[in-house]
């Protein structure tokens, strides 16, 4: 197989692009009036408007061209059938299999009928902890749960739980404490009462060190209350090592299994949606499944050219590679969505950040950009100043709610919906239009600003402008449009993986420093000043020197002028 950048369609794209290199998004859209209907598609209560991008009908064809040159079809059937895709590690990533509903077309029925029987289970045990069957010390109704877990065990999880606020329990809280920081630890316990706690251990291999050190710390917690065996009967897991857990003292009934083959960042649709479940109860998390699965019908079945997920993926290839965008910010104009850069930053970082192919030759192209963000309008106030007019321009996805829904709380009434989407619409076309020197000349006018200063100023005034973005509505933000959101993502984030050569589902980037922190874990608990130390650089050795000598030098003297 030819290499991508030798590919027909990649050589033909790069010509494309300095071809069309001048072209202004300015003047795409004047040139063709019909360029929003063309660019834009409807799938379920989502909506894609990708007609801000520096495409043109050439663009999509050729970058449609070279997802057929990259398979996609194929590798998307392989990836329905079960097939292992992920081929580092010799397994399936069959995160679709655990949406679907009888009669789908899901290639392995037995991965199907686990995933099936957990979903019941999880449901099961929400339901119960709802109604007060599945109770604390003393038959006590839970009142909060506490979910130990990190990345993809706790990304996907925390992000749904806030989405999806208002549809929770209104009597039960749901935390997540993912480092292992006794802050993050006090603040997550901070006012709850052991005997009202579930708490939830989330850990695919329930070995990862964060979690299992909280969780032994938690337990411990639990049993200074209300002793060692009522602690383990308020302790649920949701793991592949279902031995591990077992081991740890968790109750087979109260322990939801996954398997090798959920990757974890795809595995928010798994038995690791129990703290959804536990949030919004059995029937919703059914909604929010169905929602993922709407998308993955349309993904497997629409062509290319109308197939969300995958123009997504060809606008960002196009977007990273051939302009050389190197980033991407998530900007969601809701606040429920406040946890979805975090939650993408991992989907797309973790699953393709990566230097080598799934053959592990070097790539000559392709790997994710960086990916971050945060909820609008704050992010406007917080990185928007370079987004607009900082020398290296980046991608951005907007993602807006047309409609409230149903409110949790305190709600004000009145317009602060369309005060949040006249400023998600206002910064799309400011960075897609920019303002020319000739336009901030006029506004300095109008401002009233003349004389010496106003000429200096017009280039402060002046927007380059032409910085692409694309824009998904949610009619809602409904269980079943979250379920479409994930999904949207996961395949999107799957097809530029393909067209890349990437294998997006294993993440041995990760490994080398779990490794090394264990080997300097022993060297500053040891009692010797300089620990055992002797494989360190000077840098790291000079920091745990420092970090145990517990010296942090004098504070200043608060009189002036005796500083010592
Ligand atoms: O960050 C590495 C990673 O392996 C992620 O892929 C995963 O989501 C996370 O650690 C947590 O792993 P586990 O669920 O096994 O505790």
């Known amino acids: 197989m ?54 043109t009908p050439e663009t999509l064809r050729l970058l449609t061209r070279l997802a057929r040159e990259a398979d996609v079809a194929s590798w998307r059937r392989r990836l329905f059938k079960g097939e292992a895709v992920n081929v580092s590690e010799g397994r399936a990533a069959l995160h679709v299999a655990l949406r679907a509903r009888p009669g789908d077309r899901v290639g392995d029925r037995d991965a199907f009928a686990r995933g099936l029987r957990e979903r019941r289970r999880v449901k099961r045990f929400a339901d119960d902890v709802a109604a007060g069957r599945r109770a604390g010390a003393g038959g006590r109704p839970f009142r909060a749960t506490v979910v130990l877990g990190i990345g993809g065990s706790h990304l996907g999880p925390a992000m749904a739980v806030a989405a999806l606020a208002p549809y929770r329990r209104p009597d039960f809280d749901v935390r997540f404490v993912s480092s292992v920081d006794s802050a993050a630890l006090s603040r997550g316990l901070d006012g709850l009462e052991p005997a009202t706690t579930l708490v939830v251990v989330a850990s695919k291999t329930f070995t990862t060190e964060e979690t299992m050190a909280n969780a032994r710390a938690v337990r411990a917690w639990l049993a200074k209350a209300l002793g060692e065996r009522q602690a383990l009967k308020q302790m649920a897991a949701v793991s592949a090592d279902t031995a591990a857990v077992d081991r740890f003292g968790i109750a087979c009934d109260d322990t939801f299994q996954i398997w090798d083959w959920v990757g974890g960042r795809f595995s928010l649709t798994s038995a690791m949606g129990l703290p959804l479940a536990l949030a919004i109860g059995g029937k919703r998390f059914d909604e929010f499944l169905d929602g993922a699965r709407a998308i993955d019908r349309h993904f497997l079945a629409a062509p290319l050219e109308r197939n969300m997920p995958a123009i997504l993926a060809l606008v960002g290839v196009w977007n990273s590679d051939f302009l050389g965008l190197p980033g991407l910010a998530v900007v969601p104009y809701d606040d429920r969505l406040r946890h979805f850069p975090a939650y993408l930053q991992q989907l797309e970082m973790e699953s393709n950040g990566k230097s080598v192919d799934r053959l592990g030759q070097p790539l000559e192209s392709g790997g994710a950009p960086i990916v971050f963000g945060g909820p609008g309008t704050g992010a406007q106030h917080a990185f928007f100043q370079a987004l607009h007019q900082g020398r290296q321009p980046i991608a951005t996805d907007f993602i807006a709610v047309a409609e409230d829904g149903p409110t949790a709380g305190f709600h004000p009434g009145g317009d602060h919906r369309q005060r949040l989407n006249a400023n998600m619409l206002a910064q799309a076309e400011a960075l897609m239009a920019g303002r020319p020197m000739a336009e901030a000349k006029k506004a300095l006018r109008a401002a009233g600003i003349k004389g010496a200063g106003w000429k200096w100023l017009a280039p402060h005034w002046t927007f380059a402008g032409n910085r692409p973005s694309n824009v998904i509505l949610l009619g809602r933000l409904d269980p079943f449009a979250l379920g479409q959101l994930v999904a949207l993502y996961e395949h999107k984030v799957f097809v530029e993986a393909v067209i890349w050569g990437i294998n997006p589902f294993d993440q041995w980037g990760v490994e080398l420093g779990k490794e090394l922190a264990a080997g300097i874990l022993p060297a500053l608990k040891s009692k010797a000043p300089k620990g055992r130390q002797a494989t360190h650089d000077a840098s790291t050795a000079g920091l745990i020197r420092r970090l145990k000598a517990k010296k942090w030098g004098r504070r200043p003297s608060k009189r002036l002028g005796k500083q010592r």
């Open 2 to 55: 030819a290499s991508l950048n030798s590919s027909p369609a990649w050589k033909a794209l790069k010509t494309h692009a300095g071809k069309t290199a001048t072209a202004h998004l300015r003047q795409l859209f004047a040139a063709d009036p019909k360029r929003f209907k063309r660019l834009s598609l409807a799938v379920g209560s989502l909506f894609l408007d990708y007609s801000k991008n520096r495409i």
